[in-house]
């Protein structure tokens, strides 16, 4: 209730600047640095820090509902999947799954994976379709399933250095897809510093200008060849940022 008092009463580029500040005297998202992927990301459905839709349900966040991000997005998706013959898709951290029930339908197998079991639990209830599984999975820490193409949509930018770290090095190893999509907040200044760290949780890096470049250091992905397929400007959260979607070939 006092938050929303607050967000009433302070003005916006106020907040943005408090906001700042925060982030600078205590680390972004440093609540959340003794907890695990599991639990950061319960908490974060049980409260709806992302949102919440007219039925009270918690979502992922105006990034997987904005017509506006979500429709242009579908529509390169289903070009890629028609033009490499893809069958199989494993979406890692598929979150509320309103982005991944538009794609469904475009392959013969549609594996969706998500570490929060909230999120799962409601997604079994509220999705089905003979060629779509829901499976609980740590990208950070747990083997990596099998799939022409793997999605990490507005994932990686939640999770710490270490994670993505742990997840990029077992992609390099493992060959378990062919094809990696990945759509990530970067800030509009294209002269940001890539993959500041941050531990695992709701906020993004564009409050402390980085954002995640799965090929730069330390991450370093190897792949064959890189096309970044769609960016979309979008100011969130007081910040300008580019919403960028690369395809790797692994």
Known sequence: ?????LKKI??????H????LQY???????????????????????????????????????????EEIVGPYV???????????????ADLGCGDFAVGSLLIDYCN??????????????????YRSPNLKFEKLDLSKDKLPHAEIAFVRQVLQHLSNE??????????????????L??????????????????????????????????NEPFNLKFKTMDNVLSINEHTGGFNAVIQTTLYEL
Do not use: C
Not at 75 to 89: C, D, L, P, R, Y
Not at 109 to 126: P, T
Not at 163 to 180: A, E
């Open 75 to 89: 529509e390169v998706v289903k070009k890629i999947i028609a033009e490499n013959n893809i069958n199989s898709v």
């Open 182 to 215: 990945i759509t990530e907040h970067l800030p509009y200044n294209p002269n940001f510093v890539p993959n500041k760290n941050k531990p695992s949780g709701p906020n993004i890096r564009i409050a402390i200008n980085s954002g995640v470049i799965l090929h």
């Open 109 to 126: 197998i549609y594996n969706a994976y998500d570490v929060s079991k909230v999120i799962l639990d409601r997604n079994r209830i509220k």
């Open 24 to 66: 600078k005297f205590f680390g972004l998202d440093s609540k959340y640095k003794h907890l695990t992927a599991e639990d950061v990301f319960d908490d974060i459905y049980e409260k709806g820090i992302w949102g919440k839709d007219e039925q009270m349900n918690s979502t992922s966040g105006t990034g997987s509902h904005k």
């Open 163 to 180: 994670n993505i770290k742990s997840f990029v090095d077992q992609l390099n190893i493992s060959k378990n897809f062919k094809y990696l």
């Open 17 to 20: 600047k408090i906001r700042v």
């Open 1 to 5: 209730m006092l938050k929303e008092i």
């Open 10 to 15: 302070i003005p916006i580029g106020l907040r």
